[in-house]
């Protein structure tokens, strides 16, 4: 499966984003899907992920009550809603899938990976 990651730009602090993840390939609903982000000088850390039909979702602490995934399997594409955004939150974002696992949390359970979009937080 291919994925493609939008949404990123420009936002003050306390504002919305909303990010998509567009696949094509396999039937979107075999896979576990979410995203990660990298901030600058960082490792990659998990953000959210939901399960194949999106019964399950699963958050990052510093992102739990702010950020929203979801998914719209019959548009193949998976969203996260970003609100109440934080300069800690600037990263690129990542999507990625795994038809292994029902969900997941860490990289090494994913099969695939998007290019990443960029998602800047000004002060």
């Known amino acids: 499966v291919q994925l493609q990651a939008s949404g990123g730009g420009l936002v003050q602090a306390g504002g919305s984003l909303r990010l998509s993840c567009a696949a094509s390939g396999r039937p979107f609903g075999s896979y576990a899907t979410g995203w990660f982000r990298q901030a600058p000088g960082e490792e990659r850390e998990f953000v959210a992920a939901i399960s194949r039909r999106g019964g399950i979702t699963s958050y990052a602490d510093s992102v739990k009550g702010r950020f929203t995934i979801s998914r719209d399997n019959a548009k193949n594409t998976v969203y996260l809603q970003m609100n109440s955004l934080k300069a800690e939150d600037t990263a690129v974002y990542y999507c990625?899938?795994?038809?292994?696992?029902?969900?997941?949390?860490?990289?090494?359970?994913?099969?695939?990976w998007g290019k990443g979009t960029l998602v800047t937080v000004s002060q």
């Open positions: 990625a899938a795994s038809s292994a696992v029902p969900i997941f949390r860490h990289g090494r359970d994913t099969d695939y």
